[in-house]
């Protein structure tokens, strides 16, 4: 499940919070479930600023809120982005 909040600020500028939870994948051994089921959830943050005629820089941070199999990690992205058309 996912859920997305954008705001506008200005003609290219923009926020965004994320969401997502997720579960499922345990296995089964002879019938017997393991302890691997996962259920884990993260929030996250965007924002896109432009920085020329058809250039924006995006900047991007997530984390995991709850973690109860896999891998819990923080990630920063910082992406640049052209537009062609």
């Given at each position: 499940?996912?859920?997305?909040?954008?705001?506008?600020?200005?003609?290219?500028?923009?926020?965004a919070l994320d969401g997502t939870?997720?579960?499922?994948?345990?296995?089964?051994?002879?019938?017997?479930?393991?302890?691997?089921?996962?259920?884990?959830?993260?929030?996250?943050?965007?924002?896109?600023?432009?920085?020329?005629?058809?250039?924006?820089?995006?900047?991007?941070?997530?984390?995991?809120?709850?973690?109860?199999?896999?891998?819990?990690?923080?990630?920063?992205?910082?992406?640049?982005?052209?537009?062609?058309?």
């Open positions: 499940m996912q859920g997305h909040l954008g705001y506008a600020m200005t003609r290219r500028s923009w926020l939870w997720f579960a499922g994948g345990q296995t089964r051994v002879d019938g017997v479930a393991e302890p691997d089921l996962q259920r884990n959830s993260r929030l996250g943050v965007t924002l896109s600023v432009p920085i020329a005629a058809r250039q924006s820089l995006k900047v991007s941070y997530s984390t995991g809120t709850t973690t109860r199999r896999g891998s819990d990690f923080d990630t920063v992205d910082l992406t640049w982005q052209l537009v062609r058309f």
